[in-house]
Nanobody
Framework: QVQVVESGGDVVQPGGSLRLSCVAS????????MSWYRQAPGKEREWVAD???????NYVDYVKGRFTISRDNAKNTGYLQMNNLKPEDTAVYYC????????????????WGQGTQVTVSS
């Protein structure tokens, strides 16, 4: 059994900062790519950023320079540091982790968390 749990969402004023966390737990052999997505009301879920096991990062253009994705492999934990938040960043933020639970080909799957709400409002 594997769980992915996000935390850190909150209500913040424009220009503020938040740090989201994503913890993977359970019968884990290894956690590979970790990604953050978000879904605003009435919109489809969209990719925000990802980080490989080795620390290579990628971002969607509109968060570059404001958001930083990172991870602690020893803790199976990923982070999303969000600075200079804007009202349009308001969304539920989801973490996706590519996790190996065994050594056969069926033991590598993507697991999603339940999401954490980020609201940017004055």
């Amino acid at each position: 059994q594997v769980q992915v749990v996000e935390s850190g969402g909150d209500v913040v004023q424009p220009g503020g900062s938040l740090r989201l966390s994503c913890v993977a737990s359970g019968s884990i052999v290894s956690v590979y790519d970790m990604s953050w997505y978000r879904q605003a009301p009435g919109k489809e879920r969209e990719w925000v950023a990802d980080v490989t096991y080795g620390g290579i990062t990628n971002y969607v253009d509109y968060v570059k320079g404001r958001f930083t994705i990172s991870r602690d492999n020893a803790k199976n934990t990923g982070y999303l540091q969000m600075n200079n938040l804007k009202p349009e960043d308001t969304a539920v933020y989801y973490c996706k982790a590519e996790i190996r639970t065994g050594w056969d080909t069926k033991s590598w799957n993507a697991y999603w968390g339940q999401g954490t709400q980020v609201t940017v409002s004055s």
